[in-house]
Nanobody
């Protein structure tokens, strides 16, 4: 089993920045790809970004390319999502995800989510 705990969400004005963190515990963190998903109000959950277990490859949804950066620190069992130039449409609950599978896919382990609200 893997446990994931997100933090770093909050309220920010459009154009601002936030950095989300996700700390993993349980099975070997460094073996799995790590991903961020988000669920906007009234919409389906969607893929945001993913990073290979080694950190050598990253993937992004088109809507966040050039604004968001995913990174990981395997020594700290932590994955980050740096979000810059935030827009109101980035408002969502952001979830950390991991497990075997494609980097741009979905694993079986989820965090509880952290709310990000971007005001216009």
């Amino acid at each position: 089993q893997v446990q994931l705990v997100e933090s770093g969400g909050g309220l920010v004005q459009a154009g601002g920045s936030l950095r989300l963190s996700c700390v993993a515990s349980g099975r070997t963190f460094s073996s799995y790809a790590m991903r961020w998903f988000r669920q906007p109000p009234g919409k389906e959950r969607e893929f945001v970004a993913g990073i290979r277990w080694s950190g050598s490859s990253t993937y992004y949804a088109d809507s966040v390319k050039g604004r968001f950066t995913i990174s990981r620190d395997n020594a700290k069992n932590t994955v980050y999502l740096q979000m810059n130039s935030l827009k109101p449409e980035d408002t969502a609950v952001y979830y950390c995800n991991t497990g075997s599978g494609l980097v741009a896919g979905t694993g079986p382990y989820w965090g509880q989510g952290t709310q990000v609200t971007v005001s216009s």
